[in-house]
């Protein structure tokens, strides 16, 4: 696992880079099939959810996405406290972590950590609430910001 800030914030760069190659790998396979329909013909559960996987690709990516950005707080957090078993939901870090004094994390940007993190639980946990649209792109730069302003060194 990483230790640095740094290395988060690249494990999440490498996350999102993930997603950019599995969209042009599902966009070109929905091209393929339409151009050649028996081209999955030895694969029919591919075929048979083709659709879905073009659908849901952003929120599994989403979900990933705070997955790393989760594991750096939790990270940083056991470190700070020196409690290798410690367990603190993610709702509760990015408000303990960013707003610790003389190292506050600005409120909109904890915000935008937030609007990640409910868009995951929406994702991973099926909720019914809509929390409405956000990209890939949005997600890594929110997480990204948040990340980026932690101390470099974690213990």
Do not use: C
Request: hydrophobic residues 35%.
């Amino acid at each position: 696992m990483p230790y640095r800030r740094f290395d988060w914030h690249q494990h999440v760069t490498e996350v999102w880079g993930e997603y950019w190659s599995a969209r042009a790998a599902v966009d070109w396979l929905k091209v393929a099939v339409k151009k050649t329909p028996d081209i999955l013909k030895e694969n029919p559960v591919a075929r048979d959810y083709l659709r879905d996987a073009h659908e849901n690709l952003e929120g599994t990516y989403i979900v990933r996405l705070f997955a790393a950005f989760e594991a750096a707080l939790r990270s940083y957090d056991r470190a700070r406290h020196h409690d290798a078993d410690r367990r603190t939901d993610a709702s509760t870090m990015i408000d303990e972590i960013g707003g610790k004094r003389g190292r506050g994390i600005e409120q909109r940007i904890r915000q935008r950590a937030h609007s990640v993190r409910i868009v995951r639980n929406y994702w991973a946990h099926e909720s019914d609430e809509d929390p409405g649209p956000i990209t890939v792109d949005e997600a890594r730069r929110s997480l990204q910001i948040y990340l980026a302003e932690l101390p470099d060194e974690w213990g």
